[in-house]
């Protein structure tokens, strides 16, 4: 028996800019629909590639940090002969139309500032909303979610989309997510229509005191209004023009002790199907700093005993509640100050040693490397390649996920997007602490050659 999902072979999640994956937890990109058809970013390389590892039972492409079935281990067993002969359906049936960033608040966790489409944004999403809305229609039709990565309320392109939705399928689920600020009478008149679906509202306060409200929406004065629009949104529920409410919170430093009551209220006054529990992931702009200082799962977060003994509380014992995650703990993971230390160490013994390059080339001698990328954007790629540029090691340049240069030491830098793996590579990383996601990416591109960490090259300087 093999733990099996489904979602590779029935579900796409629509990205900003035209990208598209097969689910919002995996990172492999299948295509651009601003220039491809959905046919054929369905049956791509990728989407392929991604279907065959889940049926031997591989998740290794998969967020095992994100994804709400391997987070919880719930994926249900299925005999290998009968994932043997899963096929993908000839076109999706559950749409995630995720691909806009309009949002009216501007939360830290996601972005610095309100997003400002340009008119090239503008005119890709149109494109982009016009080619997916006859599929959203077609009978065959289970599911639609939007959004995910703004506020569709917010958005005049989702809404135009939405109020032309019509799924031939009458039992399609359809989806919403939303800050709630603009879920009100005005907004839901233009898609009532929409009412006689299997209508999922998902809102994301994040907290129900005004002052944590407001400093986690990024500054914005829209308390009142999803106060109101909540319970606009049980009067909806109660008529049966929505089917389930569910009320998200992300635990983070500042709102985790208030969780219990947030909970209670969601179940109580906001009459929730399901109070979803999230813990923080980093993803759009946030720093490596700036999470390690919200992220209370990280055992070594000076809140983390007070984040496990709120949990306790009984309250949070409530089936209604769902832990997106909010109860594993993450990996444990030192202040990033701490890796700048580690690189102030290894540049100081690169420069203090004048047998430095005698010594790391030994060391890659002795682990068969011919040719190397540096994996890594900072400055000690710049002291590692001038150090290793005096051995026989042929260096090949640098490799990057999050681009800071163009170039460094008159090399350009390779996005990993763009990365061409070839049988003779070896690649150094300088980033340690996320070392497993590190082997998840490069193990996609087709690389399965030597990854070295780079405590692990210079460990004989310290001798
Ligand atoms: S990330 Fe999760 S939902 Fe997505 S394909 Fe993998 S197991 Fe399935």
Redesign the pocket.
Known sequence: MIKF?D??FNSIHLDPNGGCR?????NANLGDLTKEDLETVWNSENANK?REA?KQGN?E???KTS????ENDS?PEISEEEAEKMVPEKLPTHYSVACDFICNHSCPSCRNEIFQPDEAYRDRLKLILDKILPYLNRKETVKVLTDGNGDCFASPYIMDMLERLHPENEDCQIGFETNGALLDEAHWKRIRHLAKYDVHVTVTPNSFIRSTFTYLNGGHDSYDAVMRNLAFLRKLREKGDVNWIRISIVLQERNFWEFPEFARRCIEEFSADEVVAKPLYRWFMLSQEDYWFKDVLNPLHPYHKEYLEMLENPILKDPKIFYWGARNLHARREHPAQLYKEHMKITEMLLDRQDAAEVLQKRLHEKNVISLYIYGDMELASVLYHVLSKTDIELKGFIARDMVKGERCGQKVICLHDYEPQDTDAILILNNSYMAEIVRDFHFKGFYGTLLPVNELVEDLDR
């Open positions: 999902c979602r590779p097969l689910c919002a937890w995996t991604i889940v998740y492409f998969c967020r994804c709400p079935f391997l994926l």
